[in-house]
Structures are given as structure tokens and as C-alpha cells.
């Protein structure tokens, strides 16, 4: 397993125990007007072009309204954004429609699989996870290859974690992810659908075990809102939001590079690997900049999103302008 520099953990992290997850929980579902009052005051805030270090005052009132920043002090999205512009195909390509499809969405009882190339294949219910893994907070920035990026303050736990329980085998070199296939549930998993469903996802062990890589079960200290992917999703902040499957019910260790549903439609635009680089432009349009949602104007794409000193080392070695 990667060894975990200090720096690598973001600086505003809780660690919590499920009593004081659930307890976040309550303050945060107690003040829904201040975080939604936050939300709005930080994108009011986030109205500059580059990421700026915070100042001390504006620090104090940031704590104080309850917004959540970056470690560049950029204050993460209002919950309502967060919940209400979504990704996610199986309900519909409408960003702003997913919410009201997914309103009903049964998310639990959810079990998960993790199997394959491991010692010990285990099937775990949404709940042990929950209770069996330090729930802690991670401020995440997550860049859509369509070009548009949010902060979200996400609640979950690392995904090494979870991988050094099922002990991966020798032979295992990557990480496959599966969504759930459920026609009665989603609206565009009907028959004749131009997807390969289910969504897949993968990742190289190595990147699976690195400790940004995070299983999210919620977001703004609450449960994991259906649009961004109940219960249990990915999130791998150094690549393109694609790659951060939601709803997931099978996790398998590989020999080989698993498919993936994106690079099996297009494999010219949706590389494997499609880490977040602003050199290498999309074969249709640019990645140089991007909008933060709630920002008027674009600002610069940071390679690897802005975690190039955390994870620039898992691609010692391959040309990042090749297309992968
Ligand atoms: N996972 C599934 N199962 N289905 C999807 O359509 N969309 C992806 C990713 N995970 C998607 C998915 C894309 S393109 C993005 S940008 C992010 O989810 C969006 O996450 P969000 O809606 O929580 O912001």
C-alpha cells in the first residue's frame, strides 16, 4: 500500500465515528437555510479567475456560515448545486432533469460485492460499510470532461480500506466498478438503449490504493443524495468526473484492463486512464479552461486538477499527451 504523506490528507478532514457522522448529519438537515445562505455567499466569493489563498477574516466568516473551502480556499458549491446538476445517464442526459427522476430511487437495502482476484470475497451491506469504516469528510474539486467543475464537500472513506480486507491476489492489477443494471428503476436502461449497460468504471490497482481514492457515501455531512449516485460511489478527483461511478453494486480485482461504458462507445474521446490534463484537448473541443459552476467567465485547468504533487508519480514513465 502507497504510504500516506500528511499532505495528502486533506486539511480540513474529520475523521467520524458513525455516531458523529449521524450527528453531522442532523445539524446539517437542522441548518439547511445557512448551508444553502453559504452556498450562495460562496459563489458570490468564487467570482475571480485563478485559485487564491484565503485571508484570515474571510477564513473566521467562512467558518462561521459553515462554508466549506478547497485547499486553494475555494468555497465548495452550495448543497442545492451539488444535488440538482447531475451526470448521470441511467435517469436521463437532462443535467437538470436527474434529481426529479431519482427522487424515488431506492437506495437501500443496497449490498455490494467485492470479489475476483482477492483472498477473501466479501459481500457487504450499505450499512457495514457505513459502521465498519471511518466516515471522514474530503473537499474535492471534480472536473467534468465536458468541461465544467464543481467543490464538493463529500463524507466517505478511502477505498484502500476496503481493498486491504478483501486482500488482493497477486495477480490482480486493476479495479473494475459496476453500477446497477435495474430497468424498473431507471428510466433510460430500457430496452434498445444505445448504452452498454451497466456503467463501468476501472481503475489501475495502484491508483485504486491511492489514499485521494474515495468511496463516498455522502455529501455536506449527509446520506449521499440520489442524483449524485446512492448510496455508494466513486470519487477520484484527479480524473475526469466520468471515471467517479455512482451507485455502485460490484467492485472486482482484474488481471487484465476491465471495459469501460465510456471508452467502449468512444474509444477516441474516453481514454482509460483520462486523468484531468489541460494539454491534451478532447478531439472536439479544448480542456485549457473550465467553468466553475456558480462563476461567471472560465478559469484554468490545473493538471491533474490541481493534485499533480500527490499523484504526478503514478504515471512516472507514460507521455500524458498520449491519448489515454
Ligand atoms: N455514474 C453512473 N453510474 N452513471 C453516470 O451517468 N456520470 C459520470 C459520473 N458517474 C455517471 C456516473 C459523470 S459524466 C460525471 S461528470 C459524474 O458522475 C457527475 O457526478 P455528480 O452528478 O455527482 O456531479
Known amino acids: 500500500m502507497q504510504k500516506i504523506r500528511s499532505s495528502e490528507i486533506t486539511p480540513e478532514h474529520v475523521y467520524l465515528s458513525r455516531r458523529r457522522f449521524m450527528r453531522l448529519g442532523a445539524l446539517a438537515l437542522g441548518s439547511t437555510a445557512l448551508t444553502a445562505c453559504g452556498g450562495q455567499l460562496g459563489e458570490t466569493l468564487a467570482g475571480r479567475p485563478a485559485p487564491a489563498a484565503p485571508t484570515k477574516p474571510a477564513d473566521a466568516a467562512a467558518d462561521t456560515l459553515g462554508i ?14 451539488i444535488s440538482t446538476y447531475n451526470n448521470y445517464y441511467e435517469f436521463t442526459e437532462d443535467k437538470e432533469g436527474v434529481a426529479k427522476l431519482a427522487a424515488n430511487f431506492k437506495a437501500e437495502p443496497w449490498k455490494v460485492t467485492v470479489g475476483g482476484l482477492v483472498s477473501n470475497p466479501r459481500t457487504y451491506d450499505i450499512d457495514d460499510l457505513r459502521r465498519k469504516f471511518d ?40 479495479v473494475r466498478f459496476e453500477s446497477l443494471l435495474d430497468p424498473n428503476q431507471y428510466p433510460n436502461q430500457r430496452p434498445l438503449s444505445l448504452y452498454p449497460w451497466p456503467y463501468t468504471e476501472g481503475l489501475r490497482l495502484d491508483e485504486a490504493m491511492h489514499d485521494l481514492t474515495l468511496m463516498v457515501t455522502g455529501l ?32 472486482e480485482l482484474t488481471a487484465e484492463q476491465p471495459k469501460t461504458l465510456w471508452n467502449t462507445l468512444a474509444p477516441h474521446e474516453y ?16 480542456q485549457a479552461t473550465e467553468r466553475r459552476i456558480g462563476e461567471s467567465g472560465r478559469r484554468p485547468t490545473l493538471m491533474f486538477n490541481g493534485y499533480a504533487d500527490r499523484v504526478a508519480g503514478l504515471y512516472a514513465g507514460m507521455d500524458l499527451q498520449a491519448n489515454y
Not at 467543490?151 to 495477480?171: C, T
Not at 481514454?271 to 479544448?286: A, D, I, T
Request: hydrophobic letters at 35%; aromatic letters at 14%.
Open 68 to 81: 466549506r473551502r478547497d485547499e486553494f480556499g475555494d468555497p465548495a458549491n452550495s448543497f442545492e448545486t
Open 135 to 174: 466516515q471522514e469528510e474530503r473537499i474535492y474539486r471534480l472536473r467534468c470532461v465536458e468541461g465544467w467543475s464543481m467543490v464538493i464537500p463529500w463524507i466517505g472513506f478511502p477505498l484502500h480500506k476496503l481493498l486491504a480486507e478483501v486482500q488482493p491476489k497477486a495477480e490482480a492489477k486493476y
Open 220 to 251: 455536506y455531512g449527509k446520506p449521499l443524495p440520489n442524483s449524485n449516485g446512492a448510496p455508494l460511489r466513486l470519487a477520484v478527483p484527479w480524473k475526469y468526473g466520468f471515471k467517479s461511478i455512482k451507485a455502485i453494486v460490484k467492485i
Open 271 to 286: 481514454g482509460f486512464y483520462s486523468n484531468v490534463n489541460p494539454q491534451r484537448p478532447h478531439p472536439r473541443w479544448s
